[in-house]
Structure formats: C-alpha cells, structure tokens
C-alpha cells in the first residue's frame, strides 16, 4: 500500500500506535466539533471517535483513499467524509478542533487559512516536519510564526522519529497543541495586510527597518529601526504596522 503513496500529496502515514495515543490524548474533551484534514488510511480516526465528538469531519484529497475511510467509518453516523483537497475547501469552518498530521508540502498554507477563518477553531493538534515546527516555536519572530503568534499560543510539542512513519521520511516531526488566545493581536480586518507587510519585511529580513521603511522616516522617533525585523517583537512589529496603516 505504502508504494503507492502520492508524492505529490506529501503523503507519510503515522503507524506507531503509542504516538497516535499520544496524540490523542491532547483532544480537549468538550471537543463536540472536529476535523481532521488528511486522515490517510484512519488510524488516527479511530482513536479521535473514542471521544465521542457530535460531528467528525475527514477532509482527504486523495481519492485512492476513500474507499478505505468509507468502509471504515460508514457505521459511524458523526462521521462525514469529504474528497476535496483542504486548500479548495470554501465552507467556513465551524469546529472546536482541527487535528491532523499535515502535509508537509502546505503545511504554511493552511496555516495561514486557518488564521483567516472567521471562527477559529478553539484548538490546534497539528504535526509537521520538525524544523518547521522548530520555526513556529522560535522565540525570535519570523514570517511564519508572526503571524500564527498573533492567534494561538503553543501549549505544548513532542518530537515524533521518522521510523514511526511509512514510507519513513527523511526527518523527524513534531507534534504542537495549540490554544486560540482569549484576545487576539489582530482584527480580522488586518490580517491580510499585514500579512503582505511582514512578507516584504521578512523578504529582505537582512536590511535594517530603517532601511526597508525610508519612506517612513516619522518612525524613528519611536522606534529603534536600526535594527533587522528579526529582532524586534512581535508586539513592536504591530506597533509599526499600524502606525503605517493608520
């Protein structure tokens, strides 16, 4: 089964039992609404039911794999399962928790569709490949977790070795749990424009902000901008976003 795996789909299946019940030992348990976005051939599944959700949602694009999940689960009324690849998946979700050992090849897509949504999901069981996940955990601030950081805190990581995986990677992973912050750092009516504006600044991430922002010389006055975006806060970089786009 596992030669047949798409590379173009990033697929690596988890079949460690021990690490699946690790993982889902994280599910909150007044979790009533979850999805779960690339359940591969169900092994995960079937630990997450055990928590009774009301509803179960299985987002998978490979179409290979539906028959599998189907006669896997058909007896399971809570469960719905959806063939569509996650980045082409338009409805507003609406779930208390999105669990998945994701992709590694969008792994920041869909984090950032998961920032853009109008209701966050409460909670966050995400794995990815351990250096991606060493830059989310980065006390310094980055493109990627600049913007995460701004909704969720990370509670807490396990390291997963690639001999838990079939075909085994090329690295090990890492498993985050994250929580929504009770006050986000961002409207949603900032968030694509910030996003364009730490994507220019983390494009010449070398440059100091004095010289990316010298069409702001006003900023010099309240911050230090002889320093590279890297090392600065994220608190700091917001400060500057908004005196920019007031």
Do not use: W
């Given at each position: 089964?596992?030669?047949?795996?798409?590379k173009?789909?990033?697929?690596?299946?988890?079949?460690?039992?021990?690490v699946?019940?690790?993982?889902?030992?994280?599910?909150?348990?007044?979790?009533?609404?979850i999805?779960?976005?690339?359940?591969?051939?169900?092994?995960?599944?079937e630990?997450?039911?055990?928590?009774?959700?009301?509803?179960?949602?299985?987002?998978?694009?490979?179409?290979?794999l539906?028959?599998?999940?189907?006669?896997?689960?058909?007896k399971?009324?809570?469960?719905?399962?959806?063939?569509?690849?996650?980045?082409?998946?338009?409805?507003?979700?609406?779930?208390?928790l999105?669990?998945?050992?994701?992709?590694?090849?969008?792994?920041?897509?869909?984090?950032?569709k998961?920032?853009l949504?109008?209701?966050?999901p409460?909670?966050?069981?995400?794995?990815?490949?351990?250096e991606f996940a060493q830059?989310?955990?980065?006390?310094?601030?980055?493109?990627?977790?600049?913007?995460?950081?701004?909704?969720?805190?990370?509670?807490?990581?396990?390291?997963?070795?690639?001999n838990?995986?079939?075909?085994?990677?090329?690295?090990?992973?890492?498993?985050?749990?994250?929580?929504?912050?009770?006050?986000?750092?961002?409207?949603?009516?900032?968030?694509?424009?910030?996003?364009?504006?730490?994507?220019?600044?983390?494009?010449?991430?070398?440059?100091?902000?004095?010289?990316?922002?010298?069409?702001?010389?006003?900023?010099?006055?309240?911050?230090d901008?002889?320093?590279?975006?890297?090392?600065?806060?994220?608190?700091?970089?917001?400060?500057?976003?908004?005196?920019?786009?007031?």
């Open positions: 089964m596992y030669e047949k795996l798409k173009k789909y990033g697929q690596n299946f988890l079949i460690d039992k021990n699946i019940k690790k993982i889902s030992n994280l599910i909150p348990k007044k979790s009533l609404n999805i779960e976005i690339g359940p591969g051939d169900g092994r995960l599944t630990f997450i039911l055990n928590f009774q959700p009301r509803e179960l949602k299985l987002i998978e694009v490979d179409t290979d539906i028959p599998i999940l189907h006669a896997k689960f058909i399971y009324k809570n469960v719905e399962l959806i063939n569509i690849d996650i980045m082409k998946y338009d409805e507003e979700f609406k779930t208390d999105i669990i998945s050992n994701l992709p590694y090849n969008i792994s920041s897509q869909i984090l950032v998961i920032c949504m109008e209701n966050l409460l909670n966050l069981i995400l794995m990815f490949q351990k830059r989310l955990l980065d006390k310094k601030i980055n493109s990627l977790n600049s913007l995460v950081n701004c909704f969720y805190n990370i509670d807490s990581s396990f390291t997963v070795s690639q838990c995986f079939r075909p085994i990677p090329k690295i090990d992973s890492t498993v985050l749990y994250f929580s929504k912050k009770k006050k986000p750092l961002l409207h949603k009516s900032e968030i694509q424009n910030f996003i364009n504006f730490k994507r220019k600044l983390f494009s010449h991430k070398r440059k100091t902000l004095n010289n990316q922002l010298k069409n702001f010389s006003f900023l010099s006055d309240e911050f901008l002889n320093k590279r975006v890297e090392e600065i806060s994220l608190q700091k970089l917001l400060q500057i976003y908004r005196k920019i786009n007031l």
